[in-house]
């Protein structure tokens, strides 16, 4: 099947999923157009990529940017580029007879609602937002259904999942789907080696690069606890069903196991542009710049083990949350981005982001979903329990 020219909006394109995602796409300009830049306050960074790509529409997330990102296209000679500023104009973009897919790559709950646009829109969505899921895992799901969207996600351990299940898959054939780990840059440290960690530390992370708050997420384990919130969502799996090894080669991205014993697993070199050019262009595939896997090269074994959930119990508050359902998830991800903002502050240790967000599940009340505007109360509910149980 030949690949129509796709019409293309990046939100967060100036992050590291987005720039992984411009690179793709400069690759194949003939089948991939550019038709929305979107990125959070870095007008300058916005308006270069707009030099290069030539979108229709630019949006900046800060509405006091504005005139900002206006003056900056102006002065690059892009005046025909329409500037838009916050949240509602993602969404008004994302649901666009201009667009026809979505690169949902926003960090945290303020992607929600522009992903949740796309999805009653019916577009091909590159799904990098996890917190979409996270959050509002059912209503996203039920969204996109009664939209006719299609959902490729680019996280690489759903992205491998993806690969490895059959286009059409009976529900019964599966037994479980285990999710790989890196273990991030402390894997093996007990917990009490991990009390003076700093912001910098936490952000190197040895396998992928990626942007502070989802380096830290790695370095907690938070990262693959709301992977596998987002796995259930996606492969509609019980949380009996979904198991974490760490793997500390990052080759395999994850495994596929089936009633009748079999194992699948789709392996790759930790670069996320495999992903994109997935999403990009599933069930065709196209080159996304990455080289083939040298297993030899590559050290010549591949090693896994359990999580350490004493040293990093924050994957254990996600399965935790997710058996609760409910809310559970919403506060779970809220009070993890207060402090892991925290963390990366100076206010707070590496040791009580867990903390925090144990306590904060332990004060709020977990109630059934209602609506977006629901979870959007208790979205900010649960930030300000959070906010109050950091050190003043």
């Known amino acids: 099947m030949a690949l129509q020219r796709q019409r293309i909006a990046i939100f967060g394109a100036t992050g590291s999923i987005g720039q992984s995602a411009l690179d793709v796409i400069r690759r194949h300009p003939e089948k991939l157009q550019i038709a929305v830049l979107a990125a959070g306050s870095n007008v300058n960074a916005l308006a270069d990529l707009c030099a290069e790509f030539r979108p229709k529409h630019a949006i900046i997330a800060d509405v006091e940017c504005l005139d900002a990102l206006r003056d900056a296209l102006h002065d690059r000679g892009l005046s025909d580029i329409e500037a838009h500023a916050g949240d509602q104009a993602h969404c008004d973009l994302a649901e666009s007879s201009e667009v026809d897919t979505v690169v949902a790559a926003i960090v945290g709950a303020a992607g929600l609602a522009s992903t949740l646009a796309a999805a009653r829109a019916g577009k091909r969505i590159l799904l990098a937002n996890k917190e979409s899921l996270v959050v509002a895992g059912e209503l996203l799901m039920h969204a996109a259904h009664d939209g006719g969207a299609t959902i490729i996600p680019v996280d690489s351990e759903h992205n491998a999942i993806f ?39 936490a952000v190197k992370h040895p396998k ?64 996320m542009r495999t ?118």
Request: glycine share 8%.
């Open 275 to 392: 992903a994109l050019a997935i999403g990009f262009s599933w069930p065709d595939r196209l080159t996304s710049g990455v080289g083939g896997l040298d297993l030899v090269k590559e050290g010549g074994k591949l090693e896994f083990e359990h999580p350490d959930l004493q040293a990093f119990p924050c994957l254990a508050l996600a399965f935790e949350s997710l058996r609760k359902g409910q809310t559970a998830p919403a506060i779970l991800n809220a009070a993890n981005e207060v402090a892991v903002d925290a963390f990366l502050n100076g206010n707070l240790s590496f040791l009580g982001i867990s903390d925090v967000v144990e306590q904060t599940l332990l004060k709020m009340e977990v109630s059934p979903v209602e609506s977006i505007a629901h979870l959007m109360d208790v979205d900010r509910e649960s930030r300000n329990v959070a906010v109050n149980l950091l050190p003043h």
């Open 163 to 201: 690969q490895c299940l059959p286009s059409e898959v009976d529900a019964k054939q599966l037994q479980r789907i285990i999710l790989t780990a890196s273990g991030g840059p402390f894997r093996g440290r007990p917990r009490d080696a991990l009390k003076d960690i700093t912001p910098a530390q």
């Open 208 to 271: 992928w690069s990626m942007g502070p708050k989802i380096s830290v997420d790695s370095a907690t384990l938070m990262n693959k606890g709301l992977e596998v919130i987002e796995a259930h969502h996606l492969f509609a799996m019980s949380p009996d069903q979904i198991d974490v090894l760490v793997h500390p080669q990052s080759l395999v991205h994850s495994f596929v196991e089936f009633v009748d014993g079999s194992t699948m697993a789709q392996l790759g070199l930790p670069d």
